[in-house]
């Protein structure tokens, strides 16, 4: 997760390690960048501080390979930490792109490719209306504000390790005891941003059971990752989801799902595919981003009908923006939706299989202690000896130094990880053999350098 325990850098490689690359162009860049821009990037998790070295500023991309300024080519399993589920640069996306930038970039005013993006989202997702956003923060703030406009209430439940954006009233961390409202997670936002917000552990049922029966009437919404990918993957125990739906519903309060990063990603319909078109049920609310923008800033929220509905101009609860709905991002989205058909989820599970057993096979094999987790098509690792991770206090348990020693060895094998240790893996449909091979090569020297990290 985004705010998770920081250090330094690391020590060399062991000996027999994988070689450096140079990263003099790099260097000179984030030089610079960090002259005119707060720690040189922008968005923190770029920096590389949960691993130390120097970030690799990228040059350019195509299909699953990124190559840097300096000339490295690496194999990318962050995919732009999620959008980019059918590789980088694929030729019809950039050909639709370019044929949309031809006709001007932003109108403001309606266009066709909104609203057939809208329509490609609701036939596949749990939603019978949507609005457009430029960032999945702004989707949850949306969200949690017609939730709250909606039921007339003011309190917002979230669980801890699940991150909606930068909103402040999720930017909260537990109080004193569970049932008791938040603190802010961070510095800027006021204490009453969060005081409206109680923040329960992952998976634990009789935690949600307790606010609900402490609150009566006061819950506008409960908001959750569809499937937690933000503290690495910690998928709901089976039924956990449908049993927040119910549990809801039956206090009239709205269930809001944010599958921003799920969305599109780990299956065809997100996560809901996974749990409630199976055991069939709906969310109030859904939140998108990530795949849905085809790497442009798009994010959407939606949901029932009746509640869309209080949305201005239809109805009372305000919201808006200048680039919403733009007709590149909307463009980018619906051909990448488009394209992604159950083959290319089929390629992507298959991959990310062989990934995900490979990894842990190496890792095994160097005695590092790890558990893999997964939800769909997307999965992470967590360097823990503590076992299966079910909430953020487990994933905390997660050996970090460990880990960046294994990101460093990995990307100096030519494979760019998350440079951090709470993070999911994505792959593309443009993983291919070669690609997933370089993978696999660079997998049992990395653990070795994990190993050694431990020792
Ligand atoms: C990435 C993410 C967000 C925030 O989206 P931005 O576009 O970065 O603002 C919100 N929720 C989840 C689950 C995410 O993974």
Known sequence: MRGCPDFARVGPLSDNGPVP???????????????VTPGGVNSPVRAFNAVGGTPRFIRSAAG???????GNEYVDLICSWGPMLLGHAHPEVQAQVAAAVARGTSYGAPTEPEVELAEEI????????????????EATMSAIRLARGFTGRDVVVKFAGCYHGHVDALLASAGSGLATFAVPGTPGVPASSTELTLVLPYNDRAAVEKVFAEYPDRIACLITEASPGNMGVVPPEAGFNAFLAETCRAHGALFVSDEVMTGFRVSRQGQWGLDGAVEGWRPDLVTFGKVMGGGFPAAAFGGRADVMARLAPEGPVYQAGTLSGNPIATTAGLATLRLATDEVYAHIGAAAETVKSAASDALRQAGVAHVVQATGTMFSVFFTASGR???FDDALTTDASAYAAFFHAMLDAGVYLPPSAYEAWFLSSAHDDRAVQTVLDALP??????????A
């Open 21 to 35: 690359r140079p990263t003099a162009a790099s260097s000179a860049l984030f030089e610079r960048a960090r002259s």
């Open 64 to 70: 699953a390979w990124l190559t840097d300024v300096d």
């Open 122 to 137: 609701v036939a596949r997702a749990p939603v019978e209306k949507v609005r457009f956003v430029s960032s999945g923060t």
């Open 389 to 391: 991770v079910r909430d």
């Open 445 to 454: 020297a990395a653990a070795r350098a994990a190993a050694a990290a431990q």
